[in-house]
Nanobody, 127 residues
Framework: HVQLVESGGGSAQAGESLRLPCAAS????????MGWFRQTPGKGREDVAN?????????YYSDSVKGRFTISLDPGKNMVYLQMNNLNPADTGTYYC????????????????????WGQGTQVTVS
């Protein structure tokens, strides 16, 4: 079992930056697809970034955040971060950290039940 806890949310003005850390605890010895989702009123929950923590450094970004957001891991592979630069109001929403045992979830980009673990979410508001 893995527990995920996000933090770092808050309010920002357009053009500013926020960094969201996600701390993983429990059984972190396996490889996981680590993803960041956000839930907005108009678009529902979408996968904005993910990576597979096997060291190959392959990353996914949605078109709306590509070039502005960066997903990364700490050296111990038990933390995942979402660096959000040049924020705009469309980035407003609740951001969730998620982990999936199946590597294929890194290419599915859906908040299905095959994502095994979820954090509680952290609110980001951009004005």
């Amino acid at each position: 079992h893995v527990q995920l806890v996000e933090s770092g949310g808050g309010s920002a003005q357009a053009g500013e930056s926020l960094r969201l850390p996600c701390a993983a605890s429990g059984d972190t010895s396996n490889n996981y697809c680590m993803g960041w989702f956000r839930q907005t009123p108009g678009k529902g929950r979408e996968d904005v970034a993910n990576l597979y923590n096997d060291g190959d450094d392959d990353k996914y970004y949605s078109d709306s955040v590509k070039g502005r957001f960066t997903i990364s891991l700490d050296p111990g592979k038990n933390m995942v971060y979402l660096q959000m630069n040049n924020l705009n109001p469309a980035d407003t929403g609740t951001y969730y950290c998620a982990a999936a045992v199946k590597r294929l979830m890194c290419s599915a980009h859906q908040p299905s039940d095959e994502w095994d673990y979820w954090g509680q979410g952290t609110q980001v508001t951009v004005s």
